[in-house]
């Protein structure tokens, strides 16, 4: 029997995922740029719900504006009841590429009428957890992203950008090439077309799909261990601080969770692994030590995590005050 062809196979991939995890939903979004990903993703998604595609132009190339426009009409006469062009200010916190990607979130949550149906597939998964990898900041990131997120949905997670680009092709779609992609100033760039090739090589192939495997695999553990955090804090909980002695008895793994999930709670923001074990060491390993810095507040004060009488406290600083 032939194998079906790679519209079928993307088909297939989000109807599976609209009955796990979209039973109720009348309608929905599609995050589109033009490129081979997110238009074979509108084209199969455009005909199973009435569909709204939303074009984000980032203004950060000459032609953004025209690239924009032709993603709309591509929309169109794909059958989408709607599309709009979303026109945004990039700013320039964490880098380009982060900066980018939070400006663009923004953007489709703020004009979003449903779920958002996002093209990234199991070669982004693969980028993603490689990044992770290199950051060192834990499991959490090393299991990449998530296949539904509410309102994220990522309905081609385990399917290769070499089948959304032969969709294209069967639909005779012609798709942008979005010049980024190639930019070697880019590190996920640099991944695509230097690090996994040659792991690939070395590894004798596979190395994408195992890095997804790897994925869902910390996901789930993940997940159980986050659930395990949750009914945790409540038992650790001293007014709006931590109770150190009761964190001191549990495992490490449950006590770093819940003491992640009180900073973000408590406005820090960009934490990594340091950080969060730095704070994790007041209560293991306390010898009078100062505060962790955790996070920036407004007019020049900075958020420290610190201990006081037994319990674990966040309060702000002026930036120049010594730590």
Same mark, same amino acid.
Request: glycine share 10%; no cysteine; charged share 25%.
């Given at each position: 029997?032939?194998?079906?062809?790679?519209?079928?196979?993307? &088909?297939?991939?989000v109807e599976k995922f609209a009955k796990d995890y979209l039973g109720s939903a009348e309608r929905w979004c599609?995050?589109?740029?033009?490129?081979?990903?997110?238009?074979a993703l509108t084209a199969v998604a455009a005909p199973l719900r009435p569909t709204t595609a939303l074009i984000v132009d980032h203004g950060l190339q000459r032609d953004s504006a025209a690239?924009?426009?032709?993603? &709309?009409?591509?929309a169109i006469s794909l059958g989408c009841v709607e599309a709009q062009v979303l026109c945004i200010q990039v700013g320039e916190n964490g880098g380009p590429e982060a900066a980018a990607r939070t400006a663009r979130y923004a953007a489709l949550d703020a004009h979003r009428d449903g779920p958002v149906l996002l093209a990234h597939t199991l070669d982004d998964q693969a980028e993603t957890v490689l990044l992770g990898l290199g950051r060192g900041s834990g499991a959490r990131s090393i299991a990449g992203m998530r296949p539904y997120d509410s309102p994220w949905c990522r309905p081609l997670l385990g399917v290769r950008r070499s089948v959304t680009h032969a969709a294209c092709q069967e639909l005779g779609l012609t798709a942008w090439q979005d010049p980024?992609?190639?930019?070697r100033r880019f590190t996920r760039t640099r991944l695509r077309h230097e690090v996994l090739p040659l792991l690939d090589d070395v590894l004798g192939g596979g190395v994408a799909e195992a890095?997804?495997?790897?994925?869902?695999?910390?996901?789930?553990?993940?997940?159980?261990l986050d659930a395990i955090a949750a009914q945790a804090l409540t038992d650790v909980t001293a007014g709006s601080g931590l109770d150190t002695g009761a964190l001191a008895g549990l495992p490490g793994p449950v006590r770093r969770r819940v003491i992640r999930g009180w900073l973000l709670a408590g406005g820090a923001t960009g934490l990594t692994d340091i950080q969060i074990r730095g704070v994790d060491a007041l209560v293991t390993d306390w010898r009078g030590q100062g505060?962790?810095?955790v996070g920036s507040g407004s007019r020049g004060q900075r958020l420290f995590a610190g201990r006081r009488d037994g319990v674990l406290t966040l309060r702000l600083e002026p930036v120049d005050k010594p730590i």
């Open positions: 029997m032939d194998r079906p062809g790679a519209v079928a196979h993307l &088909r297939k991939a599609v995050g589109l740029s033009g490129g081979p990903d997110s238009l690239v924009a426009e032709t993603a &709309r009409a591509q980024h992609n190639s930019d890095l997804a495997r790897t994925a869902t695999a910390l996901r789930e553990d993940t997940d159980l505060g962790v810095a």
